[in-house]
């Protein structure tokens, strides 16, 4: 999706530095990052996870472009808006990736609202993030719960929304999006969402 937008929605990305891709995610660590910015030399690529995330992050990656950058960022704790400083253009592709299963209702509900307000301030842009069923979760999954819930203090609650498609489409037009796009890998819905006009 992610080439998808950028090729087709956008036509591509000419001249210095038109988007930009927020990641707020957890801690997934992978070269596949390296990868997107060196293909994208001109979308500014935002990185964000937990201080110590991105501390061990920027100690390990060897960042050779300017357009791959590491910033710490708490979905629950900050704000959203400590990102403007990197925009460069309003095409923005906000994406959270394993973020979702870990967040209450009200905290994902408050989580929408901000990447809405920030969307609709820069003008044009997308969210992607992907969600399971906290029932249909894998072992693996569950297993990283029993140690990330209470490390980040968060309620090893079920998870609220986003159980099928329609589930998802409804809560995402509550907060003024709407659904673009919708993958199911397994168990994990994957959704891509635009601002509604």
Known sequence: WLSRLITVEWGGIPGPKIGQKIHPKNSVFGHPRLKFTEKYPNLAYIESDLPEVINFKTEMIPLKRDNHILKPFNVIDDDIFMFDEYIYNPKTIMVAEGVMFYLRK??????????????????????IFDAMHWED?????????????????????????????????????????????????????????????
Do not use: C
């Not at 009200?106 to 969210?127: K, P």
């Not at 309620?155 to 659904?179: C, I, M, S």
């Open 106 to 127: 009200n905290e994902m509900l408050y989580f929408l609202e901000n990447i809405m307000r920030f969307l609709r301030l820069q003008g044009d842009g997308y969210f």
């Open 137 to 197: 979760e894998t072992l693996t999954i569950r297993s990283m719960r029993k140690i990330l819930v209470p490390l980040l203090k968060l309620e090893n609650a079920p998870w609220p929304n986003f159980q099928d498609y329609h589930d998802g489409r409804n809560t995402l037009e509550t907060k003024g999006f709407r659904v673009v796009g919708f993958e199911k890998k397994g168990k994990i819905n994957i959704y891509t969402a635009a601002i509604s006009q």
